[in-house]
């Protein structure tokens, strides 16, 4: 006789708080709102830059020399110069109100933004506290298509200083411009949505994967899966026998829910992020 429990469905989901506040995540209110601001940090973002100079504005309709071809929230984003590996422009924003030792959520979006032509590669790296954690994908000076990163971490301290910096992962033979905008802030937790689900135990290793992603289960049954990505959408899905290997390579860097079925009931779930 199987057991039935019930469970919950775990989600890439996060609570509604004010403890945490991100001032001008959008980069909306930029020094004069009449003038394209140039080498200087938004308002309420201070320079993170050790080489180049500043950030710039991207601000439509008055920077319309520059790419992508609008901003991904509002009518502004920021425009850094790739240095080297180590050395490029960025920001920074101290951020209080977090409770050491819980997970946030740390999301913004990024493109390429290239005023002078080119194919350059270009990636954005991300500090805590003035230390490196992670890194965007390597991605073109020419791609004007908004993508978004995705990053859980612990707060090591109740006050933490934000950082965004553009690299070139080919100096000197490449260079460019990177753009980001839409930063997004919020408390990280697992909730429950009050879903009956069968109840299987299975193990998902490495956790964050890179290229695939493994998992392992005590029974022999007959199980499909199911991907979806942070907005619920699915992104793969096949069989999966006994212990499985998903291959992940396809998949972008992020936060996903992966699902587990038996004859089409839900038996299991678990959250796995997708690194480099």
Known sequence: MKNWLIGFIMVCLVKVSVAQTLLNPSFENWANPTVCETNT??????????????????????????????????????RFMAGTPLQGEGMHQPVSGFSPGKQYLLTFDFAGSNLWGGNDNLRFHIFLNGVRV??????????????????IFNAPTSTVDIAFRAHTPAWPTSGGSAAMDNVGLQPYTLMGAGVDVKSIDFAVYPNPCTSFLQLKFPTAESL???????????????????SATINTAGLVPGCYLLQVFDAGQLTGQNVFLKSE
Do not use: M
């Not at 991207?58 to 502004?76: D, E, F, M």
């Not at 199911?226 to 699915?234: E, F, L, S, V, Y």
């Not at 992104?235 to 026998?241: C, I, K, M, R, T």
């Open 224 to 242: 499909t899966f199911r991907i979806t990505d942070i907005n619920g959408r699915p992104v793969l899905e096949g069989d999966l026998p006994e």
């Open 41 to 78: 940090a938004p308002d309420q973002w201070l320079d993170f830059s050790n080489g180049g100079l500043a950030p710039d504005e991207g601000n439509y309709p008055l920077c319309p020399s520059t790419i992508p071809g609008s901003a991904s929230h509002g009518n502004v984003y920021a």
């Open 134 to 151: 992670d890194s965007t994908i390597i991605f073109s000076s020419a791609d004007t298509l908004w993508q978004k990163h995705v990053l």
